[in-house]
């Protein structure tokens, strides 16, 4: 228990360049764990020590959650850094999934951004406490009690600020702690060293107010300050800590910090802040479903005496094989144990046991409850769980959203194995990429939360597997089909020295309004009558018929909801055989397609939108845009939820615009719903497209 009492397990999360990075890498410096520090898009070419991945370095963003292991004073600190882009949602989701407690990163300027509230909702899923810290106080316009209203207003938390800060943008000098009445200054080079002293006389009015809006705000949720605050008595700082510590960990209030780590200003406060707030691991309680007992909901202790269970969040290739991340729930892994995974029933030894700091490790000979740490060469999926065989916990899965977007990729010059280990070692790694063949167009198609997502994915294949692929506008599965009773009589006949071929069919093709009982879409009837074909011809007509289907005439797409009737025909004694007959059908059914008024259908998608209240004008004017029937649309909280259908032609960069016409707020789900007949003048277009890449075949 003394080991629990001086754990945390946090996770940095918040919107796209509020600071994640910069702010790790000073907890790390500050800590000890690293001896300089590097920034972000640093001029020494270093970069961050948690962007480990040479992309990440490039672009300046952090695409994989990085986990590290530090100390401060005699607490110990598990953190994950993740990236703050909604194409990379399941690595927030995932670190959140595994984490006691999170530090919510605002940016002083830009306050709540949009990828903010999808991390609140994610944080309020999994049940997470969190505390805020409002980062570049030094930014000119930086106003932390804009951010601060906006955090109770548009995510309608408790929050109340813990500190004031000392001198503003870019005379920021440290802060005030409201709770023990001190300022804080940060000197020295790189503000390692911390000065306490008393609030500046022109401050003490300031903090004497924003300490009686804290105390009020507290008094809302704990029952103890509230009957001091009644009372009309001031509470100690010990009171007032203690309560602070309880709301937060209820998840009923959030106390807000602020500095700015670029600038190296009030970030020691804040950690003391992470240990003195937020939970410690047996202070939040975890749930597994037991597989031996109905899947019941089971409590599990925090011991490190107890069995071991534990949860494998995230998988990573490193360079020495499959590195697969665990958080330990209960009991105590040691290396050399066996431990089996409830999923598959497999056992596996742990033959090494690793601690990471960002993606270099240190060997440990044991890990203890609550903890975090990695696994070499074990094969398991992300999300699995693990015991010591014992018992059959499976912790809760983690959520994985659909893929939004999909493209066509094939690789550039010849296909080498790489290629395919690369797309596996993905799917392995992401639950929301995946990959598949399209049975048509035999194109590799990769789908993603997003335009970014799948980029990075392509560039990575490029750097590290050397295999460059281009990418390409998917191929939509169009269909062809035909709206009225055709009749046909056909013979085909072909004299060269010796046996020739002869066949005639005759009979009509028709509309098959709905599919057979089986599923097919097309329908061979047999209706003639006597001897005038031969029985063992008549497999050879439905051949031809069914050959010519793959195929349609006008944009060489398949053909559907088409009957073929055959009713009569007539035979050779010497020229009949199968091929003959074959394409007689297949000539046949050509010429009657073209006269039954064909028409093109188009896979037709059942589109939601879901996007904050004033932008509605916005996304039902992006749908109109792209041939969208609306059907229809209803107010929740601030957002609106539409329901449209939406070929799927036009939904190509839909999220690309959907997000910049509504601030990145927008979001969207699609599913098929049908095959629709395409507008007459698209029809025109894709038969003229597909006659010329025909010309161009023949050349």
């Given at each position: 228990m003394a080991r629990l009492n001086l754990l945390r397990n946090i996770g940095i999360s918040a919107h796209i360049d509020s600071g994640k990075t910069t702010l790790t890498e000073r907890i790390l410096f500050y800590t000890g764990r690293i001896n300089e520090i590097h920034e972000v898009r640093g001029k020494d070419n270093v970069g961050a020590t948690m962007d480990s991945m040479e992309l990440e370095r490039e672009k300046g963003i952090t695409i994989q959650s990085a986990a590290t292991y530090t100390k401060w004073g005699e607490n110990a600190i598990n953190i994950i850094d993740t990236p703050g882009h909604v194409d990379f949602t399941i690595e927030v989701e995932r670190a959140l999934r595994v984490l006691d407690s999170a530090v919510l990163v605002l940016c002083a300027v830009g306050g709540v951004q949009s990828q903010t509230m999808t991390v609140d909702r994610q944080m309020k899923r999994y049940n997470i406490p969190r505390i805020c810290f409002i980062n570049k106080m030094d930014r000119a316009g930086a106003n932390p009690w804009r951010v601060l209203e906006q955090l109770r207003t548009k995510l309608r938390l408790t929050a109340a600020a813990v500190q004031i800060p000392i001198g503003a943008e870019g005379g920021l000098l440290g802060v005030v702690d409201l709770v023990k009445m001190k300022a804080y200054y940060n000197d020295g080079e790189k503000g390692e060293i911390i000065r306490v002293e008393d609030i500046p006389a022109d401050l003490v009015d300031a903090a004497t107010a924003k300490r009686a809006e804290l105390v009020e705000q507290i008094a809302d949720v704990d029952d103890e300050v509230a009957e001091i605050f009644l009372n009309?008595?001031?509470?100690?700082?010990?009171?007032?800590?203690?309560?602070?510590?309880?709301?937060?960990?209820?998840?009923?209030?959030?106390?807000?910090?602020?500095?700015?780590?670029?600038?190296?200003?009030?970030?020691?406060?804040?950690?003391?802040?992470?240990?003195?707030?937020?939970?410690?691991?047996?202070?939040?309680?975890?749930?597994?479903?037991?597989?031996?007992?109905?899947?019941?909901?089971?409590?599990?202790?925090?011991?490190?005496?107890?069995?071991?269970?534990?949860?494998?969040?995230?998988?990573?290739?490193?360079?020495?094989?499959?590195?697969?991340?665990?958080?330990?729930?209960?009991?105590?892994?040691?290396?050399?144990?066996?431990?089996?995974?409830?999923?598959?029933?497999?056992?596996?030894?742990?033959?090494?046991?690793?601690?990471?700091?960002?993606?270099?490790?240190?060997?440990?000979?044991?890990?203890?409850?609550?903890?975090?740490?990695?696994?070499?060469?074990?094969?398991?999926?992300?999300?699995?769980?693990?015991?010591?065989?014992?018992?059959?916990?499976?912790?809760t899965s983690i959520y994985v959203p659909q893929p939004v977007i999909s493209l066509s990729l094939e690789p550039k010059g010849k296909e080498s194995p790489n290629f395919s280990k690369a797309l596996n070692r993905f799917q392995r790694e992401d639950p929301t990429f995946r990959v598949h063949v399209d049975a048509e167009s035999k194109q590799t198609i990769i789908s993603g939360m997003g335009e970014l997502h799948l980029e990075i994915y392509v560039e990575r294949m490029k750097r590290e597997y050397g295999v460059d692929c281009a990418t390409g506008k998917p191929q939509v599965a169009f269909r062809e089909t035909i709206n009225a009773k055709v009749p046909f009589n056909y013979t085909h006949k072909k004299q060269s020295g010796g046996s020739g071929q002869f066949g005639r069919v005759s009979g009509?093709?028709?509309?098959?309004?709905?599919?057979?009982?089986?599923?097919?879409?097309?329908?061979?009837?047999?209706?003639?009558?006597?001897?005038?074909?031969?029985?063992?011809?008549?497999?050879?007509?439905?051949?031809?018929?069914?050959?010519?289907?793959?195929?349609?005439?006008?944009?060489?797409?398949?053909?559907?909801?088409?009957?073929?009737?055959?009713?009569?025909?007539?035979?050779?004694?010497?020229?009949?055989?199968?091929?003959?007959?074959?394409?007689?059908?297949?000539?046949?059914?050509?010429?009657?397609?073209?006269?039954?008024?064909?028409?093109?259908?188009?896979?037709?998608?059942?589109?939601?939108?879901?996007?904050?209240?004033?932008?509605?004008?916005?996304?039902?004017?992006?749908?109109?845009?792209?041939?969208?029937?609306?059907?229809?649309?209803?107010?929740?909280?601030?957002?609106?939820?539409?329901?449209?259908?939406?070929?799927?032609?036009?939904?190509?960069?839909?999220?690309?615009?959907l997000r910049s016409c509504t601030q990145g707020k927008g979001e969207f789900a699609m599913e098929y719903k049908m095959h629709a007949p395409v507008m007459p003048f698209v029809q025109t277009t894709l038969m003229e497209d597909y006659k010329k890449k025909q010309m161009e075949a023949r050349k």
């Amino acid at each position: 228990m003394a080991r629990l009492n001086l754990l945390r397990n946090i996770g940095i999360s918040a919107h796209i360049d509020s600071g994640k990075t910069t702010l790790t890498e000073r907890i790390l410096f500050y800590t000890g764990r690293i001896n300089e520090i590097h920034e972000v898009r640093g001029k020494d070419n270093v970069g961050a020590t948690m962007d480990s991945m040479e992309l990440e370095r490039e672009k300046g963003i952090t695409i994989q959650s990085a986990a590290t292991y530090t100390k401060w004073g005699e607490n110990a600190i598990n953190i994950i850094d993740t990236p703050g882009h909604v194409d990379f949602t399941i690595e927030v989701e995932r670190a959140l999934r595994v984490l006691d407690s999170a530090v919510l990163v605002l940016c002083a300027v830009g306050g709540v951004q949009s990828q903010t509230m999808t991390v609140d909702r994610q944080m309020k899923r999994y049940n997470i406490p969190r505390i805020c810290f409002i980062n570049k106080m030094d930014r000119a316009g930086a106003n932390p009690w804009r951010v601060l209203e906006q955090l109770r207003t548009k995510l309608r938390l408790t929050a109340a600020a813990v500190q004031i800060p000392i001198g503003a943008e870019g005379g920021l000098l440290g802060v005030v702690d409201l709770v023990k009445m001190k300022a804080y200054y940060n000197d020295g080079e790189k503000g390692e060293i911390i000065r306490v002293e008393d609030i500046p006389a022109d401050l003490v009015d300031a903090a004497t107010a924003k300490r009686a809006e804290l105390v009020e705000q507290i008094a809302d949720v704990d029952d103890e300050v509230a009957e001091i605050f009644l009372n009309e008595e001031d509470p100690t700082s010990e009171q007032l800590t203690a309560a602070i510590r309880r709301a937060t960990i209820a998840r009923k209030f959030c106390p807000v910090f602020m500095g700015s780590a670029y600038h190296n200003k009030g970030v020691q406060p804040m950690l003391d802040g992470v240990i003195t707030y937020l939970p410690k691991p047996y202070e939040v309680e975890n749930h597994a479903l037991d597989a031996g007992n109905n899947e019941n909901k089971v409590l599990i202790s925090s011991s490190s005496a107890g069995k071991v269970v534990g949860l494998a969040f995230k998988l990573e290739e490193g360079r020495f094989g499959q590195l697969t991340y665990l958080r330990i729930y209960q009991g105590t892994l040691k290396k050399g144990d066996w431990i089996t995974n409830t999923r598959t029933g497999k056992k596996v030894k742990v033959s090494r046991l690793v601690r990471m700091h960002s993606n270099e490790m240190e060997d440990v000979p044991h890990v203890g409850s609550g903890e975090i740490c990695a696994l070499f060469g074990i094969d398991c999926a992300s999300g699995d769980t693990f015991t010591d065989g014992t018992i059959q916990y499976a912790m809760t899965s983690i959520y994985v959203p659909q893929p939004v977007i999909s493209l066509s990729l094939e690789p550039k010059g010849k296909e080498s194995p790489n290629f395919s280990k690369a797309l596996n070692r993905f799917q392995r790694e992401d639950p929301t990429f995946r990959v598949h063949v399209d049975a048509e167009s035999k194109q590799t198609i990769i789908s993603g939360m997003g335009e970014l997502h799948l980029e990075i994915y392509v560039e990575r294949m490029k750097r590290e597997y050397g295999v460059d692929c281009a990418t390409g506008k998917p191929q939509v599965a169009f269909r062809e089909t035909i709206n009225a009773k055709v009749p046909f009589n056909y013979t085909h006949k072909k004299q060269s020295g010796g046996s020739g071929q002869f066949g005639r069919v005759s009979g009509y093709i028709e509309v098959m309004e709905e599919p057979t009982e089986d599923g097919k879409v097309i329908e061979f009837v047999n209706q003639t009558v006597g001897m005038n074909i031969p029985g063992q011809y008549i497999p050879a007509i439905q051949k031809g018929f069914v050959e010519a289907c793959e195929k349609g005439s006008l944009i060489g797409h398949p053909v559907t909801g088409v009957r073929f009737v055959l009713e009569d025909g007539m035979a050779h004694a010497v020229d009949s055989s199968e091929l003959a007959f074959k394409l007689a059908a297949i000539y046949a059914f050509r010429e009657a397609f073209a006269q039954a008024q064909p028409v093109i259908l188009e896979p037709v998608m059942d589109v939601t939108l879901t996007a904050p209240v004033e932008y509605q004008g916005a996304a039902i004017g992006l749908l109109n845009k792209r041939k969208g029937t609306i059907g229809d649309s209803e107010v929740q909280d601030d957002y609106v939820e539409v329901k449209a259908e939406v070929p799927l032609n036009e939904m190509f960069g839909f999220s690309t615009d959907l997000r910049s016409c509504t601030q990145g707020k927008g979001e969207f789900a699609m599913e098929y719903k049908m095959h629709a007949p395409v507008m007459p003048f698209v029809q025109t277009t894709l038969m003229e497209d597909y006659k010329k890449k025909q010309m161009e075949a023949r050349k």
